[in-house]
């Protein structure tokens, strides 16, 4: 017998069947940053005055920092000045014009994946505000929502139409002094998203469709802001299971929440960014910052993820648990296949009293992949009866894959009550052969098997998006079965 | 039923069976023993479709069609079911949910509609109350956590929910107590009929008191030594196997 599991090797062995170059003409800035080029970007946004002067602070900040190396990654040195800063949003007529111009796969995993028919134009670079606005449920959809005051826009139009909401907002929970991608981040951000939900208003929807679209359009350095006041509620969904055209290496999102009394936020994301080849060519860097801010008391937020896609992903959304009794939750599944690299986790910081949260973190290893879980549980002093329960698993597929976890817990307060669970499973050719023997295809076997692994965070997405994970992790785990 | 002729199968280059026959007719029972190593096991893994066993001679007929072509999956559906000697644990996947893919599967194979949650868990309480199965068990991961008696009363309840053509049990009877060696062979008795076969690789006397085999063989050297009746099986008992040695030597 050769090794123990070749067969599972050669059924994560899968070619990125999303991957397609594109050539896009485009108003790029030269490559290279200084203060003239942050100062350009703003203009170009006719942007108010305290943006500059924030984006101009954020940059000479930057300056001083450096890249951090503490992350269980490694990559390339990445040359900053190699990178264009500004590019106008593409013209329409850049892009496809209709389904018959764009790659048959792209449109089949689009398919594949369940995609709405009105999405996939859309997604693929067709002339997206037209497909858009030519569906009238997004119309309905804009309209009900202004109804209740709820505003959900681009983050450029919200500097536009709402400059005292973003000027009030902005940077509070990640000030642009937090790290390096973050002032980077703050200094050249394109675009992204802003939401702000009123005083005691129940959003009737999933914020989803919407972002989807926008989601085509977000440059490299996106930036996004929600804001939920008092009693409000809000289910917010980023990203998309399907690929979505992007030329550039480096991403450095930034992702701020903010939770006003009894206020709660879910936000969900599904990450799928192009991996790189089995050589780790060509991936994507994903290096977030996303944090949010129990501000009220009462108040809630929990982030729910599935990280397929990317290189290298660099990502902690984290809660800061300010007000009594708030409570925070951090859901993740993370694969990395090929030989993509993930290092990601969450920081609970719990100041208030009262305060719980949970962190549930599955990391699913494959091929070379490497996952790390990183979390730091912090409990200050003031926190009076704060609670954490942290479980950690990790499931390996084949023997050249790894899995790591650093959990980190600092407690000042003695009434603290901490829990930490972890485990590490293995996939084996001898459960493969075990479904299999009761008629269980292997493919099915496997997604049967990463699916029961996945379970307690799939709970936590919208039923939607919750089927739409797991096709995608179907999908990610797609192999030559020989 | 099965016809095995010739067969010859080596693991990592070193040969453990070496031209071994056996025919079973529809109906029958058949009981393998054999000494430790001797490759009950490396037999009935071959017939499922494990990897690793490479074949390097003779042929296996189920129903007159080769099953050496087919994937383990194919076979399965086409009505082999092997009751592991050492049933894997896989965590996270709910047992019921597990079985039902597992008769759905089936199922669809056969061109019959998939049951639904409420069809199956019928059919799971009938079959249920014949094993003792403690309906906890359902609830859990696959074998996940089961004591060595509740896998392999897991593995005749699959069985059971299955009802395949060729049933392999693989020491089923190792490590149960005497009331679980009743209600797995109780399981059996209730599947015989005159279309299914059974084959039993066991080492003790005692399952097949409850299980009456046609026909018993020992496999030794590579291939089935002696067969006989199911009185071999109390001479084994009494006498070992080293005089099966001495025979096969002297007749080769
Ligand atoms: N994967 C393997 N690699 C190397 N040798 C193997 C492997 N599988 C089986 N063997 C060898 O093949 C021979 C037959 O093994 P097998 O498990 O079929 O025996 P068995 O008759 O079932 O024994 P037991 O009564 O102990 O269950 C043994 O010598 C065993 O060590
Ligand atoms: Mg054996």
Known sequence: ?482 | MLEIRDLRVAVDGKDILIGLDLHVAPGEVHAIMGPNGSGKSTLAHVLAGREGYEVTGGEILFEGHSLLDLEPEERACAGVFLAFQYPVEIPGVNNTYFLKAAVNAIRRHRGQSELDAMDFLTLVREKLGVLHLDESLLRRGVNVGFSGGEKKRNEIFQLALMEPKLAILDETDSGLDIDALKDVAHGVNALRSPERSTILVTHYQRLLDHIVPDRVHVLSGGRIAVSGGSELARELESRGYDWVREEAAAGA
């Not at chain 1, 209709?98 to 009105?118: A, C, F, M, N, R």
């Not at chain 1, 299999?436 to 099915?444: A, H, K, N, V």
Request: charged residues 25%.
């Open chain 1, 1 to 482: 017998m050769d090794t123990p599991n070749a067969e599972v090797d050669a059924l994560v062995r899968r070619e990125y069947q999303h991957g397609f170059v594109t050539d896009l003409e485009s108003d790029t800035v030269p490559p290279g940053l200084d203060e003239d080029v942050v100062r350009l970007i703003s203009r170009k946004k006719g942007e108010p005055e305290f943006l500059v002067e924030w984006r101009l602070k954020a940059y000479r900040h930057w300056l001083t920092m450096a890249e951090p190396r503490w992350a269980n990654v490694d990559h390339s040195p990445i040359d900053y000045n190699e990178i264009s800063y500004y590019s106008a949003p593409k013209s329409k007529e850049d892009g496809p014009k209709s389904l018959d111009e764009v790659d048959p796969k792209l449109l089949e995993t689009y398919e594949k994946l369940g995609i709405p028919l009105e999405e996939r134009a859309a997604l693929a670079g067709i002339a997206v505000d037209a497909v858009f606005d030519s569906v009238s449920v997004a119309t309905t959809f804009k309209d009900k929502l202004a109804e209740q005051g709820i505003i959900f826009c681009a983050f450029s139009e919200a500097v536009r139409e709402h400059p005292a909401l973003v000027e009030q907002y902005l940077g509070t929970v990640v000030p642009y002094t937090d790290n390096f991608f973050a002032a980077l981040n703050s200094a050249v951000f394109s675009d992204g998203s802003f939401c702000y939900i009123p005083k005691g208003v129940r959003c009737p929807m999933e914020l989803s469709t919407y972002f989807r679209i926008n989601a085509a359009k977000t440059g490299q350095f996106e930036r996004t802001l929600v804001v939920a006041d008092e009693g409000s509620y809000v289910s917010y969904l980023e990203g998309c299971t399907a690929p979505v055209r992007d030329e550039n290496q480096l991403h450095a999102a930034v992702v701020e929440l903010v939770a006003l009394e009894g206020a709660e936020i879910k936000y969900s994301t599904v990450q799928n960014w192009y991996p790189g080849d089995e050589n780790g060519v060509g991936g994507i860097y994903n290096f977030v910052t996303k944090r949010g801010d129990c501000r009220g008391d009462r108040s809630k937020i929990s982030w729910t993820q599935v990280e397929t896609g990317s290189a290298i992903t660099w990502k902690y959304p984290s809660c800061i648990l300010r007000g009594d009794h708030s409570v925070g939750a951090f859901y993740s599944v993370a694969l990395s296949n090929l030989r993509q690299q993930a290092d990601t986790g969450t920081k609970m910081i719990h100041l208030g009293r009262n305060t719980r949260s949970t962190i549930v973190s599955k990391g699913i290893s494959a091929g070379r992949g490497q996952n790390s879980y990183r979390g730091l549980v912090q409990i200050g002093k003031g926190a009076e009866n704060a609670r954490n329960y942290t479980q950690c698993d990790s499931l390996l597929m084949g023997d050249r894959c790894g899995a790591h976890t650093f959990p980190y817990m600092e407690v000042r307060n003695p009434s603290a009550n901490v829990e930490h669970e972890a485990t590490t499973s293995k996939i084996s050719d001898d459960q493969l052969f075990y479904c299999r023997q009761r008629g269980i295809g292997e493919e099915d076997a496997v997604s049967m098997i990463v699916n029961g692994f996945c379970k307690e965070v799939f709970r936590e997405l919208p039923m939607e998006f919750a089927v739409e994970a797991q096709k995608l992790l179907e999908v990610s785990l797609e192999g030559a079965v020989g």
